[in-house]
């Protein structure tokens, strides 16, 4: 069975809406901790746009829950990281003027301070993934730099899809960077504008273990309720 990670990072942007305490972040993780999900995925940005410091230290203190914490490059942000020991570390492209993470890490430019980074999470026990494009070069990258995971970007072709658009080459694309990251011994993961169908035809890859799903499920719940959105996924990749 593949593993459902739901992002809650909008539970707290409709909380910082009214800059009160409701809905309140870590109610939401439990919540949809007990609703069986694999794990809590939440993006400590840099401008703080949602998801805050005690957030996330709240949130990953939890027991019986594991927590996916989403950061960037920057070294506040990296040493956060560290004193909220989350159980996985998923480090993404940001840029502040970005509605959301537009595209997958921009790996040469980043080389020297991605090793150091994984290295310090590795030496703490704590699994590191790599957010990229579905790219064969990004994948051996990944592997020279020491990351357990990589997460590809599935939001060119969760586009297609809503667009309806061609998506066969895009998923060929996909499917064959899964191929070779499970070959050479990396984990794979896909997530970015995630709905059902895009989910349901990406789960058709053996070799995507983990789908990370945030914006559309909270979205969605506002119709039909977080409980039956996730038991939704929940039957997609089961």
Same mark, same amino acid.
């Given at each position: 069975?593949?593993?459902?990670?739901?992002?809650?990072?909008?539970?707290?942007?409709?909380?910082?809406?009214?800059?009160?305490?409701?809905?309140?972040?870590?109610?939401?993780?439990?919540?949809?901790?007990?609703?069986?999900?694999?794990?809590?995925?939440?993006?400590?940005?840099?401008?703080?746009?949602?998801?805050?410091?005690?957030?996330?230290?709240?949130?990953? &203190? %939890?027991? *019986?829950?594991?927590?996916?914490?989403?950061?960037? @490059?920057?070294?506040?942000?990296?040493? =956060?990281? +560290? $004193?909220?020991?989350?159980?996985?570390?998923?480090?993404?492209?940001?840029?502040?003027?970005?509605?959301?993470?537009?595209?997958?890490?921009?790996?040469?430019?980043?080389?020297?301070?991605?090793?150091?980074?994984?290295?310090?999470?590795?030496?703490?026990?704590?699994?590191?993934?790599?957010?990229?494009?579905?790219?064969?070069?990004?994948? &051996? %990258?990944? *592997?020279?730099?020491?990351?357990?995971?990589?997460? @590809?970007?599935?939001?060119?072709?969760? =586009?297609? +899809? $809503?667009?309806?658009?061609?998506?066969?080459?895009?998923?060929?694309?996909?499917?064959?960077?899964?191929?070779?990251?499970?070959?050479?011994?990396?984990?794979?993961?896909?997530?970015?504008?995630?709905?059902?169908?895009?989910?349901?035809?990406?789960?058709?890859?053996?070799?995507?273990?983990?789908?990370?799903?945030?914006?559309?499920?909270?979205?969605?719940?506002?119709?039909?309720?977080?409980?039956?959105?996730?038991?939704?996924?929940?039957?997609?990749?089961?």
């Amino acid at each position: 069975m593949k593993r459902l990670g739901v992002n809650i990072d909008h539970v707290a942007t409709l909380r910082n809406a009214r800059g009160e305490k409701h809905p309140d972040p870590v109610y939401a993780a439990k919540f949809v901790n007990e609703l069986g999900v694999d794990s809590i995925t939440i993006h400590l940005r840099e401008d703080r746009r949602h998801i805050r410091d005690l957030d996330a230290k709240k949130i990953c &203190s %939890l027991k *019986k829950l594991s927590t996916n914490l989403e950061i960037s @490059i920057k070294d506040e942000i990296v040493k =956060n990281a +560290i $004193k909220i020991k989350p159980n996985f570390i998923c480090i993404v492209p940001e840029n502040r003027n970005e509605v959301t993470t537009e595209g997958g890490l921009d790996l040469k430019k980043n080389k020297d301070k991605l090793k150091s980074i994984i290295r310090i999470f590795k030496d703490k026990g704590i699994r590191t993934s790599l957010f990229i494009n579905p790219s064969l070069k990004d994948i &051996s %990258l990944s *592997k020279n730099f020491g990351a357990d995971c990589v997460e @590809i970007h599935t939001g060119r072709f969760s =586009n297609f +899809i $809503k667009n309806k658009k061609n998506f066969k080459n895009e998923f060929l694309r996909i499917k064959k960077c899964s191929k070779f990251a499970s070959k050479i011994g990396i984990e794979v993961h896909a997530g970015h504008g995630l709905d059902y169908r895009s989910t349901k035809i990406l789960s058709k890859i053996d070799e995507i273990v983990e789908f990370n799903i945030g914006h559309f499920i909270i979205g969605e719940s506002i119709f039909f309720g977080l409980k039956k959105v996730i038991k939704n996924f929940k039957k997609i990749l089961g």
